[in-house]
């Protein structure tokens, strides 16, 4: 059964909950801010203040932009490379094949990138 006070708790602790994400998110732009000056930017790395040890992990994904991708592939009549959606499998193999260049396709691959913070203390 649901009650009243149940429903105003949930209230209460999804506000604190928006609060703690903000101030996470605040201090995460921080130690991002403090790898970006320290290491570089977009690159790992990792230090201990006290029994304290921050890392930052760097993922990066690859992915083609669909459109401009299929247009490209279909000006180098590369039908076979095509899916509704351009095979990136197929692409890359083609890559390491030698049947299309980098530059046949360059603009077409969009790099993002993710930042992870990980705070833990050493025991």
């Known amino acids: 059964m ?7 708790r949930f209230e209460q602790l999804n506000l604190q909950k928006k609060k703690i994400d903000k101030q996470l998110n605040d201090m995460k732009k921080v130690f991002n801010d403090f790898f970006d000056q320290s290491v570089g930017e977009n690159i790992k790395g990792e230090f201990t203040i006290e029994e304290y040890q921050i890392q930052r992990q760097v993922r990066k994904t690859e992915k083609f932009e669909q459109e401009k991708t299929i247009k490209r592939l279909e000006d180098l009549n590369m039908m ?11 692409i890359k193999s083609a890559l390491n094949l030698g049947l299309l260049k980098e530059e046949d396709i360059k603009g077409c691959l969009s790099i993002n990138t993710t930042k992870a913070i990980y705070v833990k203390k050493i025991e």
């Open 2 to 8: 649901i009650t009243k006070e149940m429903l105003q």
């Open 80 to 90: 076979d490379l095509i899916q509704k959606r351009p095979d990136e499998d197929k």
